[in-house]
Nanobody, 119 residues
Framework: QVQVVESGGDVVQSGGSLRLSCEAS????????MDWYRRAPGKERELVAA??????TVYADSVKGRFSIFRDNFRKVYLQMDSLEPEDSAVYYC??????????????WGQGTQVTVSS
């Protein structure tokens, strides 16, 4: 059993900052990647930032230079969000690409955390 839990969502003014946290727990042997996605009302879910094996990071064009993804240990990932804009308002989800102790690999999602940026 693998669980993924996000935290850190809040209401913040335009230009402000937030740090989201995500932790995977359970029967985990290894984690290949931990990614942040978001879904705004009326829009499709989009990849915001990814932390992949080999210290590879990927960012959506809309957040480059403002957001930063980093790992604390192999089970935790953070999303530092600076210079927030109203367009960043969304539910943010964490996804972990996990190899379990049973040697099965799969994607596990958190329940999401709401970020609201007021203008």
């Amino acid at each position: 059993q693998v669980q993924v839990v996000e935290s850190g969502g809040d209401v913040v003014q335009s230009g402000g900052s937030l740090r989201l946290s995500c932790e995977a727990s359970g029967s985990i042997l290894s984690i290949y990647a931990m990614d942040w996605y978001r879904r705004a009302p009326g829009k499709e879910r989009e990849l915001v930032a990814a932390s992949r094996s080999g210290s590879i990071t990927v960012y959506a064009d809309s957040v480059k230079g403002r957001f930063s993804i980093f790992r604390d240990n192999f089970r935790k990932v953070y999303l530092q969000m600076d210079s927030l804009e109203p367009e960043d308002s969304a539910v943010y989800y964490c996804k972990a690409d996990v190899l379990s102790v049973r040697l099965t690999r799969g994607d596990y999602w958190g329940q999401g955390t709401q970020v609201t940026v007021s203008s």
